[in-house]
């Protein structure tokens, strides 16, 4: 009897199954079958395969990666250098972040320093491309094009074409007929990826591959992709605001520690160089304003975090973060309440990171705590004369717990002249607090602290 071609899988419990259902027949769990396509390799043997010489390590030749430049400063320094000849990257993000512009442009130097390339789109006409190409730099507009959904065609025309760079945008868009899901479904993208990426690698080909992704980091899409690329790049902020970052989940060819962050203009994206500058410099010094000394992986960023707390009718009242984990935010809201004196009740709480900028890391919560103080108080910290930066992360008994890099942190809030940070014990900050309500007393002063406590 043939095998099938195809069959299903669950993604929770591994049970395959010939016909698709809605509730795997294995484990009960709804929606976690995809379809999976199943190359006939029925052999003798459990072991059928050739056997093959394993190498010393000493003896491997590693070669070094020549580099492609995109001409974009920070998607180069986040690739580590470049985009290296024959990898695959997959850029993340969702829908109107700026995927399409980052990889035109990146094409468009390219093709302008005399690379072969080119963009495969399944979403846009080549004359959407082209309106967009007129807007940007460079040589945008003689980067070559192909505006095709069917997987097949897109592999013999690469095959044929072999560009040294290629965009395929996005890989949701793609169809491969082997498989009978509709494009877009987790069998077809992870089809879609592995037959690009077997190419590319056959042929030294680099591929820059977009894949949306939703707001809550969806599955259908390029979580299931992580494993078969080389790279894996985040697209965050939002669509509506200017600031944008693009920082590396999985690196084989560098670090996984950079951010590169961008401003979307007229004229595409352009790379926002002194990112703390800005932020700083926009900071209101308002009660509810904390400037929060981040790190984003090896690169520290100060960016504003504000608050407002309202009265409110409803139960239970607004919790809303943007820019920082909800989760996070409940948890500095009890410390806050059960130690250092300052509930907010049956307020709203908003707490927002200014620019748009997403910072996911626990060195944010001594800034959301005095800015939600402050906000609460109605009192600006340090008494409003000069923005104050803090780090720290708070625990659940009320302490100030260290954080990564303190003194790069304190280095970037000292160049930009921010004075006074208050961060945990053994920072060297120039206002040390042991607690959350020591660091309350120091940022708001005697008299509000009196209150607070
Ligand atoms: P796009 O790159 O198409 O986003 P994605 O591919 O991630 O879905 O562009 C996103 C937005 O950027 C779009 O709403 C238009 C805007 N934009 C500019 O503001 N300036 C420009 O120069 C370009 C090309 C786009
Ligand atoms: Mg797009």
């Excluded at 809201?333 to 626990?362: C, S, Y």
């Amino acid at each position: 009897m043939a095998r099938p071609t195809t069959v299903f899988v669950c993604s929770a419990c591994g049970t395959e199954s010939a016909k698709w259902h809605g509730q795997c027949p294995g484990c009960g769990a709804w929606n976690t079958l995809a379809e999976e396509a199943r190359p006939d390799t029925r052999k003798s043997g459990p072991a059928a395969g050739r056997p093959a010489k394993p190498v010393r390590l000493a003896e491997v030749k590693a070669e070094r990666h020549e580099r492609l430049s995109t001409g974009i400063g920070e998607l180069d320094r986040i690739l580590g250098g470049g985009v290296v000849p024959g990898s695959i990257v997959l850029i993340g993000g969702s829908p109107g972040i700026g995927k399409s512009t980052l990889t035109s442009m990146a094409l468009g130097n390219l093709q302008g320093a005399g690379r072969r390339t080119l963009y495969v789109s399944g979403e846009e006409s080549a004359a959407q491309i082209r309106l967009r190409a007129e807007r940007l730099p460079g040589a945008a507009l003689e980067v070559p094009v192909l505006s095709e959904t069917d997987l097949d065609t897109v592999l013999a025309t690469l095959d044929a074409e072999r560009p040294e760079v290629c965009v395929v945008d996005s890989v949701q868009t793609l169809h491969a007929s082997a498989l009978t899901g509709a494009a877009g479904s987790v069998g077809q993208v992870r089809e879609v990826a592995d037959r690009i990426t077997r190419l590319a690698k056959a042929r030294g080909m680099a591929v820059l591959l977009v894949g949306h992704v939703t707001k809550e980091g969806a599955l259908a899409g390029p979580r299931v992709l992580e494993h078969l690329v080389d790279c894996v790049l985040q697209f965050e902020g939002e669509r509506e605001r200017t600031y944008r970052t693009l920082r590396a989940l999985k690196n084989r060819f560098g670090s996984t520690n950079d951010v590169g962050v961008f401003e979307m203009r007229q004229g595409g994206l352009v790379e926002v160089a002194d990112a703390s500058a800005r932020f700083v410099g926009e900071a209101t010094r308002a009660p509810g304003s904390a400037v929060l000394a981040a790190m984003e992986g090896s690169r520290p960023l100060l960016v504003e975090v504000q608050a407002l707390v309202s009265p409110s009718d409803l139960v239970p009242p607004r919790r809303i973060a943007n820019g920082i984990d909800r989760n996070r935010l409940a948890l500095v809201l009890a410390v806050l309440g059960r130690h250092a004196g300052v509930g907010v009740g049956t307020a709203d709480v908003f707490v927002n990171v200014a620019g748009g900028v997403r910072v996911d890391e626990p060195g944010a919560d001594l800034a959301v705590a005095l800015a939600v103080a402050s906000a609460a108080r109605g009192v600006a910290l340090g008494g409003g004369e000069s923005p104050v930066a803090c780090f720290g992360e708070v625990g659940l008994t009320g302490e100030l717990r260290s954080v990564g890099h303190p003194d790069r942190r304190l280095a970037e809030a000292a160049k930009f002249g921010l004075d006074p940070v208050i961060a945990p014990r053994e920072s060297g900050a120039s206002v040390e607090a042991a607690t959350l309500r020591d660091a309350l007393r120091r940022a708001l002063g005697g008299r509000s602290a009196a209150r607070a406590a």
